[in-house]
């Protein structure tokens, strides 16, 4: 399983490379990751001080540091 989640993990650092910043909604598509691996992935990229999360008027928002 862990294999699974850094295999996403790097999905989604990939996208958010490329794209910027995104709702979990466009990163899930960008990254083309499912849930729940989406939000472990991205659990363990913020454990890893990898990611801002940040809140807005419409929901969170996620980029790289």
């Known amino acids: 399983m ?3 989640i850094g295999a ?3 999905r989604i650092w990939e996208a958010l490379n490329s794209k910027g ?3 979990p ?3 899930q598509k960008a990254a083309e990751v ?3 691996l989406l939000s472990w992935a ?3 990229l913020a454990r ?3 990611l801002v999360i940040t809140r807005d008027k419409r929901g969170l928002r996620v980029s790289l540091k």
């Open 2 to 4: 862990d294999e699974d």
């Open 8 to 10: 996403a993990a790097g």
């Open 21 to 23: 910043e995104l709702t």
């Open 25 to 27: 909604a466009q990163l």
């Open 34 to 36: 499912e849930e729940p």
């Open 42 to 44: 991205v659990g363990w």
């Open 48 to 50: 890893e001080d990898k």
